[in-house]
């Protein structure tokens, strides 16, 4: 038997306790959201938000097609309003369902209505029944996008949160490149009908990979102690009210003829109660926190997509741009929306959260203030690109940002409900300001969408540049107050 001497006796003991330590230093190594704790799940919710936006992006490329194949032209936007009247109402199920028993439920008849609604619209006869299946797949986005954070708010720990929303962001890259021309090519080659029907096959394996892991990390109800309440009956109701009310609007917003003001009154008779109703209190007045950080997601998102919509039609009627031209100004974008995502995500730069959001308002603000300066036959067209890609830069860190404080100002059993509210304010506000701009631009001399349509299609003029202008500068004004409304969503 070997017997240690004295020193070496020391020096085992001191290799020991280095051993302990060097496990404790290893243990304490925070793990990422690629770490093994975490590699399924994430891979899993991050596909599903790539075939999301995927879908956003390549059905809207297919849509004129099938509109025109299925003599549905007259009824062309409400293939879109469709979509998202129905989203609304998922929404606030979706919080109320996931705070009860847990996202796996939402999520799983979310995505399953999701494919439906798709298959729906890809095998329509008629234009009605493909609004019916963008009805149905609306659904399911709702449903969907409110599980997906609750899941978020109870899998991954708080230091976290940043990284899987910046992954979010980057999922939206590739699609916004690759979807309108995939989308294109099989809409050319195969039909616009297998656009439509191939999507819900992808949606197998990202299911395959997220349910299991939701299942052990996230499922059942935030407080298992806690008896299961029934849905809340007032909120609903109230979730039917700001769904049809925002239909309401959207129709009269197409009329605009005086007859439009009965829908536009019933409009604001359901909207008002129901927003007051489901959205934290003191929104409407910027409170601080929760409050605030709600009112902000809608002024950001509608201010930044009601402008970004009039992009494209302002290219090519006002500086002869080809639609596919005016459309790819636009795709620098997704990759400096993901940059600007990744910025909020350091964790050196969370005591500067605050200061991110405003300057990231300030930075929508000046895009959208900039790009009108393209009706002016001097000024070179690449500046709407440049500036476009500034502003999604801020869209990026200002979106993210607010996910991720939202779901550190709400308590596990109020995820879903604060979740609801976080994604009803950014639809709302889109309809809304999409609504207010497009009365303004047709005002101004917009025209009609015919009128607009032929002007596309002979490469001519089609509207007054004033129209436009009377569309960018009110919504730069929106993001301003959200640079204002950011300094408050702090709770101190």
């Not at 029944?129 to 609750?150: H, K, N, P």
């Not at 309809?431 to 015919?450: D, Q, T």
Request: contains cysteine.
């Amino acid at each position: 038997m070997t017997v240690l001497e004295p020193r070496d006796a020391e020096v085992s003991a001191r290799t020991g306790e280095a051993d302990e330590v060097n496990e404790t230093v290893v243990a304490a190594v925070p793990e990422g959201v690629l770490g093994r704790t975490y590699r399924s799940l994430s891979i899993g919710i991050v596909s599903v938000v790539f075939l999301i936006a995927f879908e956003a992006t390549a059905v809207g490329t297919a849509m004129p097609v099938a509109a025109r194949e299925l003599h549905g032209i007259p009824l062309y936007a409400f293939a879109f309003s469709a979509y998202f009247t129905t989203s609304l109402f998922a929404m606030v199920l979706a919080g109320q369902w996931a705070d009860r028993r847990g996202p796996l439920g939402p999520l799983t008849a979310g995505i399953s209505a999701f494919g439906v609604g798709l298959l729906l619209s890809g095998t329509a006869s008629t234009m009605w029944m493909f609004i019916v299946g963008r009805a149905v797949q609306g659904l399911g986005g709702g449903l969907v996008i409110v599980a997906l954070y609750v899941v978020i708010s109870r899998a991954y720990p708080e230091h976290l949160r940043p990284a899987i929303m910046a992954a979010f962001a980057a999922s939206w890259v590739i699609p916004s490149v690759v979807g309108p021309l995939a989308s294109g090519s099989v809409t050319e080659h195969l039909g616009w009908r297998w656009v439509f029907i191939g999507i819900p096959l992808l949606v197998v394996f990202p299911l395959a990979l997220a349910l299991p892991a939701i299942r052990r990390m996230a499922s059942g109800p935030a407080d298992a102690a806690a008896p299961v309440e029934p849905l809340n009956r007032r909120r609903i109701v109230l979730a039917l009210g700001i769904s049809l009310g925002a239909g309401l609007l959207q129709y009269a917003g197409q009329e605009r003829n005086w007859f439009s003001l009965l829908p536009v009154a019933a409009g604001i008779a359901l909207l008002v109660p129901a927003v007051r109703g489901l959205l934290p209190p003191g929104t409407g007045r910027a409170a601080r926190g929760l409050p605030s950080v709600v009112l902000l997601r809608g002024l950001a998102a509608g201010s930044f997509i009601a402008a970004e919509s009039f992009v494209p039609l302002m290219l090519v009627t006002q500086r002869g741009l080809s639609p596919t031209m005016a459309g790819l100004s636009l795709a620098a974008g997704g990759g400096t929306w993901a940059l600007g995502s990744y910025v909020q995500s350091r964790p050196r730069l969370e005591p500067h959260r605050e200061r991110l959001m405003v300057g990231g308002m300030v930075l929508v603000a000046a895009s959208i203030a900039t790009a009108p300066a393209v009706l002016i036959d001097g000024v070179p067209v690449w500046t709407v690109a440049a500036a476009w890609a500034v502003g999604c830069f801020g869209m990026g860190m200002v979106i993210a940002s607010t996910s991720v404080l939202l779901l550190k100002l709400s308590a596990p059993q109020e995820a879903g409900a604060n979740s609801a509210a976080l994604q009803i304010s950014d639809g709302l506000s889109n309809a809304l300001l999409l609504a207010a701009g497009g009365a303004a631009f047709g005002a101004l001399g917009g025209g009609a969408v015919g009128a607009v349509h032929e002007a596309v299609e002979a490469g001519a003029s089609g509207s007054h540049p004033g129209a436009f202008a009377v569309v960018f500068l009110p919504m730069a004004g929106v993001a301003m107050v959200g640079a204002w409304v950011a300094t408050r969503v702090r709770e101190w």
